[in-house]
């Protein structure tokens, strides 16, 4: 099965920034879509950032202006740059793939990394 390996979780303090890197196990799968989604404390898994193959991108609000997110196809990696944390960014953001096969979309998750913002 493909893995995705989250890493680059950890403790910051507001205002400080973090890198987030998604690895898949199998670089010759074609993703078509690659981002990330956070589950904070109390509230539903959400949509964070994403990436097309085409490099079409999408932020939720929340996120707008702060975080980056890109992708190496080469490696089939994705990155999320996360500037200027704040204490609400506090998550366990997972790393999602999907990827077109016959019969549907084929979709694999990452184990997820803590992403703590605090002073």
């Known amino acids: 099965q493909v893995q995705l390996e989250e890493s680059g979780g950890g403790l910051v303090q507001p205002g400080g920034s973090l890198r987030l890197s998604c690895a898949a196990s199998?670089?010759?799968?074609?993703?078509?879509?690659m981002g990330w989604f956070r589950r904070a404390p109390g509230n539903e898994r959400v949509l964070v950032a994403a990436i097309t193959s085409g490099d079409t991108t999408n932020y939720a609000d929340s996120v707008k202006g702060r975080f980056t997110v890109s992708r190496d196809n080469a490696k089939n990696t994705v990155y999320l740059q996360m500037n200027s944390l704040k204490p609400e960014d506090t998550a366990v953001y997972y790393c999602n793939a999907r990827r077109q096969i016959l019969g549907g979309t084929q979709e694999y998750w990452g184990q997820g990394t803590q992403v703590t913002v605090s002073s």
């Open positions: 199998r670089i010759d799968f074609d993703f078509n879509f």
